[in-house]
């Protein structure tokens, strides 16, 4: 067999052990297509050896390129990408990225093309999915980033930090970032907090501790366009008269994205490729599939597919309201 594989959207880490896992699982020679849905338009293709994917599986070097595309296809190019992947002998083609690469094989599937696609994005806001490759090792960056920025505000007390991280309008990696970095606050867009009321709170928490840290996703003060950054600009210019202390700044931005995958990165990365390799295996045609709240990897449809946001009224929103992080 022989199985197409693309990825589309924003870099992680975690997506070459993904890739290792379907070669070895399914014992095909795999094809990878550079650049996204445009490097498939354009036939960006080269073969990799399984002796190199393993080399790579757990390595933070990506072994392909990602790409983006502001623009839906036409019929006519779905075709062109059908023609090339029948040329080229593809089996099966798997994208992983988040819900518009996601329906972009929907499309290609009605075009005879048997297509998979699996989450792949640190947001973490695939619509019915819990996890996302990429998600725990973004989350692996903030950790280090907090506990860097404690250390030096216990050298030097009094401090009061924010660090701006992506994820657009959905909060869910500054929120678990906060909840597992023991960051003191979470400024994420489903939960906003009144300037007065927050300033309030950073005052009453910098009385007690060294320092205090804030983790504020780069959508929560409504300003956010794709590639825009500097979202807490506007935030400490209202919170510092307030609280009658300079914020130190740090945005993480892209960064993000690289890191040695972790262990919960490469265990999720390989159920899902195992569930895909079962998907195959039995049959099926044209699915994603997705890790479920019970952790486990499940098959739906492709059309399903989109957005996200935190849900307030899942484990980890409770939880941070428990821990007064929101």
Known sequence: MRIGIAISGGDVSGINNFIFQISRMM???????????????????????????????ITAIPIMQSGRTTRKLMRQEYEVITKQLKSLRIDVLIMAGGDGSLQFLHALSECGVNCFGVGMTIDNDVFGSDYTIGFSTACEQVLKEVTKLRNTGRALTGRVFMVELLGGYCGELTLQSAIKSNADFALIPECQIAPALLAERITQRLAAQNSVVILCSEGYTREYSPGFQGAIDTLIKQLEPLIGVRIRKTIIGYGLRSGDPTCEEIYQGTIMASEVARCIQSGMRNKAVIINSNHRPIPIDLLSMKKRLVDVEGHYYKLAKQLHIL
């Open 27 to 57: 014992r095909a020679e795999i094809v990878l297509f550079n650049g996204g849905i445009p490097g498939l338009l354009e036939n960006r293709h080269q073969e990799i050896s399984a002796r190199d994917l393993v080399d790579f599986s």
